[in-house]
């Protein structure tokens, strides 16, 4: 969810009437747990202060810098670590206040303080004594409340560290009584109640055997409690073999039961679940998936991510960081991003959908290599990373592409793709006739732009399509650092034949803020679509390469490209997979799937300043 749409999320949330003092139906809901009755008018609860929304608030901007005073849905003075704080709930977001500038809390730049309701993860009664939540680690489990203790009730929400973490922070407050504390728990639990984007049952699938097999203790120890916490319900697969969650999700899963569809593991594990919820949507749509020109149909569910893999790059460069318990945040909140897949085709047969790197020649040398080194985990990639560098391969090819006309942004524009990005806004969907400029109408009128297509032929040392930055940990800025999530295009890079010191510089440059792209033998271009045709490309050989391009011709002409017998060949590599054809049509389909994400926060949506509404 972008910024924007957190604002938009947070104006839905005003409430027409008053609800915590009117009575309210009874409802046990398994997941929730929630509980609604009539306030009573006792002592304590007079104590309370219910107010109900004034017409015309609202339009201010619910951030929680300065800003308009939402209405208040119940206030009243509680304790935190002992001191006394004004405490307050709106539709928009909860706020705590010390009560005198001599009671500021402990650790606190100042004594005020506001989480959106947006960010609140849950609540829950929490009966004893104070509770301090250790940053940056998941707060212990909440004990049952023992009525005999102080009343108290803990609220979990997004907190934001570094780096594009965030972590599970929490507050405990204690009441007078248990009516005020259940008062206080239900009202928050209502304003939860009504944040429709968040979802309550997810299928997870956890592969146990990516980067370093941690999958299962990342899901237990790190996400499970997150989901609890938030009142989550999830079915959790292990897999239990390759494509397990394709097939899963292809023909069995029940996916009318579910909110979403989680995987814990890397790309490729992710690449598995693309793989399985797109060819559900095209087969129950009656989309011939094998069809370059077909359109295809957009998956309704969401997809999010836990990183446990080796690369990580489409986490890393959706929310900004391989972190499990930011990305269990970001599924909790019920964030949404768009996604770009990239169809592969080999004439009329799909091969693969692609959402991160396609890459031929050093990508693709990079990742056979490192498929025969699987137990070395993510160091594979080093180690073939370096072993490819060393052998410097060059390929003979002919590459067509047809440039992204009329799209907004270049690949070295340097405008970043960040949460709410508007090139990936403007770029789709389609402009109505009527907003256009008079001289595109005009271009409009004449037959449109032309498509058309752009070839080049030569050795390259790599071709590499990015439709997204492809940023992770190993380079951080990625391999086309202003490619765009969900803008309906891909960048294609060109690395021609260069020295070894050459492209060495080139690679160094993706770890560094100069430009990769600023070499006399590197091109890159925004395209729709690409083709490629290796040099001497016949079927006879396509077919040695479907046997994995182990065959013995296969091996001698990648290990002695002079023997003259024929050009040598790379392999592509598709999200971590390699290709069983050297020839591919790659097109662009725009928005096909959303993850729970929002793109990388530019700045926090919201911050704890210390400084609340305007008086
Ligand atoms: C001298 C230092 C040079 C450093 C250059 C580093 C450039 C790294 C760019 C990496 C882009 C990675 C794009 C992501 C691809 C993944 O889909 C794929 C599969 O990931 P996973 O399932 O998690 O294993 N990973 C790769 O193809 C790894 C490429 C690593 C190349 C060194
Ligand atoms: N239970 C399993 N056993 C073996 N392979 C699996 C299993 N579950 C998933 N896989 C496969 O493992 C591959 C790599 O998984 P991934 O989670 O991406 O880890 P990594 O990032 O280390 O490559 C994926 O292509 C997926 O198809
Ligand atoms: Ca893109």
Known sequence: MSEGKNVDALFLLYVPHNRVASPRPHRDDATTHIRFRAARGDAHNRRLRYAAPRPGLGSGTPRCGR????????SSPLWLHGRRCDVCVSGAALTWTAATGRTRIPGRAAGSHCVPVCEIVGVQEAAGRSQKSEPGRWPRVLQKPDKSQQPAFTVSYVGRGRQHRW????????????????????????????????PKRLLVYVNPFGGKQRGRQIYEQKVAPVFSRAAISADVIVTERANHA??????????KEYDGVVCVGGDGMF?????????RTQLDSGVDQDSPEETLVPCSLRIGIIPAGSTDCICYATVGANDPVTSALHIVVGDCQPLDVCSVHHDDALLRYSLSLLGYGFYGD??????????MGPARYDFSG????????????????LPATGSVGSPRDRMKCRSGCHVCQHNSPLPSVDSLEDETKAVLANGGPRDVWQVVRGKFVA????????????????????????DGTTDLILVRKCSRLDFLRHLLRHTNKDDQFDHPFVEVHRVRRFRFAPRHHDADSELDLRDGGKGLFGQICRDHPACGCAAPRSTWSCDGETLPHTSIQVRVHSKIIQLF?????????????GVLYAA
């Open 67 to 74: 800003m308009e005073r939402p209405p208040r849905l119940l």
């Open 167 to 198: 972590r599970c922070s929490e507050v405990t407050f204690h009441c007078a009584d248990w009516s005020t504390c259940h008062q206080w728990v239900q009202t928050i639990q209502e304003q939860l109640s009504l944040l429709t984007n968040r």
């Open 246 to 255: 394709r097939d899963h999700l292809k023909t069995e899963a029940e996916l």
């Open 271 to 279: 690449s598995e679940i693309v793989h399985g919820l797109i060819s």
């Open 366 to 375: 990079v990742l056979t290599d490192s498929e025969k080194k699987r137990w």
């Open 386 to 401: 370096l072993k490819t560098f060393l052998t410097h391969h060059q390929y003979e090819g002919t590459v067509s592409y």
């Open 463 to 486: 071709i590499n399509a990015a439709s997204m930055s492809c940023a992770c940990p190993r380079s951080p800025k990625g391999l086309s650092p202003s490619a765009h999530l969900s």
């Open 597 to 609: 994400a929002r793109g990388i926060e530019e700045r926090p949506a919201f911050q704890d300043p």
